[in-house]
């Protein structure tokens, strides 16, 4: 794997990325960055452009229009290195409910050509951070929502990602499952140094330290760290601070 010094270590980096459906122009000329290690939230009402902004990240879209870089690979030229730095957890659900909870994450594994010996430490680990170790051996399908995001999840670190994308992985969750969920993600990446970008339309899943990416109808209106963006629009809350900047709100 051919190693790309990044000066300003940069785990993420778009740059004017622009991209239509058919008759549909969906995002213009958006710009941000991810630093390594950070928690990046991408913050936007449903329709504004997130889950096609991770298809492009993730390469299911080819970015035509604008570049991406992870660690400083082009995904365009190399997208084997960039995509090898990568977890992702999707907003629709992507396990399989008949197979084990065990089996859901040796399958991944495999898929990662890993042999099955060293895979099965990893997951004996990932099972206990995740809190599912008793469930190792029960179908994905008896587990509750939040169980099964916290699997998805667990199974997005297993590779030892440098960034994790997550894409509204807490929606149709309860308050509590929600931030059970965000809480393990900031304590397990933030100990491992993996960065995150994660995309959301609740104001709630902000903190004042968090790197914020406002996105509205398609484009960037506003990027910084979430305290500064506040101070700076001089609102009191993230929710008073997205009113002022897109003259509506998500929900808190
Ligand atoms: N395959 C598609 N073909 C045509 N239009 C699409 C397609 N997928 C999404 N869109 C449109 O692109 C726009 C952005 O959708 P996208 O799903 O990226 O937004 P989002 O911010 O992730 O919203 P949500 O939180 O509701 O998923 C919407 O207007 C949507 O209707």
Redesign the pocket.
Known sequence: MSQVATPEGMALELDSVSFA?PR?P?LQEVSFTVAAGAFCVLL?P???????LFSLITRLFLCRSGSIRIFGHDLGREGREALGRLGVVF?QPTLDLDLSVDQNLRYYGALQGHPDRIMGTRIREALCDADLAERAGEKVRHLSGGQRRRLELARALLNDPRLLLAD?PTVGLDIQSRRDIIVRVREGCGSRGVGVLWAT?LVDEVEPHDQLVVLHQGRVVRQGIASAILAETGSKTVHQAYSLLTGGGPKS
Request: no cysteine.
């Open positions: 459906y549909r969906v936007g449903n329709g504004a452009g997130k889950t096609t907003q509204e339309h």
